[in-house]
Each structure stands twice: as structure tokens, then as C-alpha cells.
């Protein structure tokens, strides 16, 4: 029995995994195209997701200290302009898929509110 090898072979490069930085914290990485909420919560990352990561709470709101975030979708825009959240830097994190390294600052936690955090997000 003869085995055939092709010298065509492509080796396809892995990208590094996005790095998040948590003000305070160690930092994580999680896959590329990965929700940002879904990272912090995999990560035990002490958060909210009362919605249940559709945009409609503002309690998994992260603030941007660096990096560069996907740009905002109209829902996630419409909901922080209903709050009154009119920092640029104020994300919702069920609505950020991660493409690039971020530093962050937690804005609302399970912990210092006292209340659940909420159902998992859906991928």
C-alpha cells in the first residue's frame, strides 16, 4: 500500500485570539467572533445580562478604555440613546463580537447591585 503526499500542502496561519484586558483584573483572551459578554462570562468575570444579551437592558454596559471595538449597530445605539447613555465609550457588551484586544471597566456588576445576573446570552 502506497501513500501519496502532496508538496501543495497549505498550512493555514492561526490569528491570536483577541486579548480583554478588565481594569482591575487579569487579562483573558477568547476566540475571535466570540460575543463580548459570552468571553466575560466563560471567564467568571462578575457581570449583568438581566435581557439576556438582546440589547434591550443596559446592565451589561462595559466602558472602552482602549482598543478598538466594532462599530455600533443601530439597536445597540438605540437602546443607550433610550437610557440616556451618551458616552461614546459606553458599549453594550452582548452586542460586541470580538475581533481586536480591548481594555475595559466593568460599569455594573452582579456583585455591587445585588441582583441576578440574568439568563446565559445566545451565541
Given at each position: 500500500?502506497?501513500?501519496?503526499?502532496?508538496?501543495?500542502?497549505?498550512?493555514?496561519?492561526?490569528?491570536?485570539?483577541?486579548?480583554?484586558?478588565?481594569?482591575?483584573?487579569?487579562?483573558?483572551?477568547?476566540?475571535?467572533?466570540?460575543?463580548?459578554?459570552?468571553?466575560?462570562?466563560?471567564?467568571?468575570?462578575?457581570?449583568?445580562?438581566?435581557?439576556?444579551?438582546?440589547?434591550?437592558?443596559?446592565?451589561c454596559a462595559v466602558e472602552v478604555l482602549s482598543g478598538d471595538a466594532p462599530?455600533?449597530?443601530?439597536?445597540?445605539?438605540?437602546?443607550?440613546?433610550?437610557?440616556?447613555?451618551?458616552?461614546?465609550?459606553?458599549?453594550?457588551?452582548?452586542?460586541?463580537?470580538?475581533e481586536n484586544d480591548l481594555e475595559l471597566r466593568l460599569i455594573k456588576t452582579?456583585?455591587?447591585?445585588?441582583?441576578?445576573?440574568?439568563?446565559?446570552?445566545?451565541?
Amino acid at each position: 500500500m502506497e501513500l501519496e503526499c502532496s508538496r501543495d500542502a497549505t498550512i493555514k496561519e492561526e490569528s491570536p485570539m483577541p486579548t480583554i484586558q478588565i481594569e482591575g483584573r487579569e487579562a483573558l483572551q477568547a476566540s475571535e467572533g466570540t460575543k463580548l459578554v459570552l468571553a466575560l462570562e466563560d471567564n467568571g468575570v462578575d457581570m449583568l445580562h438581566r435581557c439576556g444579551g438582546n440589547s434591550r437592558c443596559t446592565t451589561c454596559a462595559v466602558e472602552v478604555l482602549s482598543g478598538d471595538a466594532p462599530e455600533m449597530g443601530e439597536a445597540e445605539a438605540a437602546t443607550l440613546r433610550n437610557k440616556g447613555i451618551e458616552d461614546p465609550a459606553v458599549r453594550l457588551s452582548c452586542q460586541i463580537r470580538l475581533e481586536n484586544d480591548l481594555e475595559l471597566r466593568l460599569i455594573k456588576t452582579a456583585s455591587s447591585t445585588g441582583l441576578e445576573p440574568g439568563p446565559r446570552p445566545q451565541d
